[in-house]
């Protein structure tokens, strides 16, 4: 099995959510790079996300530029 580094989720999927997902992670990897890309700007979402420690919360529509810049900052990722 191959190790992540790095993960990129929304926070809306069919059978869970971003939060629930990345709390999951957690629990079993609490070194893995995590990026948030959603439509979603509620602050009560990024509330509940900034605990989980990510690296980013970037709301779509979003510039690939964007996300690479992201990626390259990454702490966990270099």
Same mark, same amino acid.
């Given at each position: &099995?191959?190790?992540?580094? &790095?993960? &990129? *989720?929304?926070? !809306?999927?069919?059978? *869970?959510?971003? $939060?629930?997902? $990345?709390?999951? &992670?957690?629990? /079993?990897?609490? /070194?893995?790079?995590?990026?948030? =890309? *959603?439509?979603?700007?509620?602050?009560? !979402? =990024?509330? /509940?996300? $900034?605990?989980?420690?990510?690296?980013? !919360?970037?709301?779509?529509?979003?510039? =690939?530029?964007?996300?690479? /810049? *992201?990626?390259? %900052?990454?702490? %966990?990722? %270099?």
């Amino acid at each position: &099995i191959k190790s992540v580094d &790095i993960i &990129i *989720t929304d926070l !809306y999927m069919p059978r *869970t959510n971003g $939060i629930d997902f $990345i709390k999951r &992670i957690r629990n /079993e990897r609490k /070194e893995v790079s995590v990026v948030f =890309l *959603t439509a979603c700007s509620e602050k009560n !979402y =990024l509330h /509940e996300a $900034i605990p989980l420690g990510l690296d980013a !919360y970037l709301v779509k529509p979003l510039a =690939l530029d964007k996300l690479f /810049e *992201t990626l390259k %900052r990454s702490q %966990r990722f %270099r």
